[in-house]
């Protein structure tokens, strides 16, 4: 590995933590509920499955559309 494929890799490693922080920041922290159907979780987890992920992020956009 050569500094070129370093810095590109160092790129690369910067761009998706930030990718992921952005799309972390609107969603609430996780309180061992699911947000959108407020079942019990794991901690850490923010939804119970994919279902209520995918159906909380089509009304968080809705939200930010209005
Ligand atoms: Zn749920």
């Known amino acids: 590995m050569n500094d070129a494929d370093r810095a590109q890799a160092e790129i690369e490693r ?3 933590l930030s ?3 952005l799309r972390q920041r609107p969603a609430p922290k996780a309180n061992g509920l699911c947000l959108y ?3 019990r979780v794991a901690n850490g987890v ?3 499955d994919s279902d209520c992920r995918d159906d909380f992020e089509r009304l968080a956009r809705r939200k930010a559309r209005a």
């Open 19 to 21: 990718i992921a922080q």
């Open 14 to 16: 910067f761009s998706q």
């Open 46 to 48: 923010l939804f119970c």
């Open 37 to 39: 159907c407020q079942a």
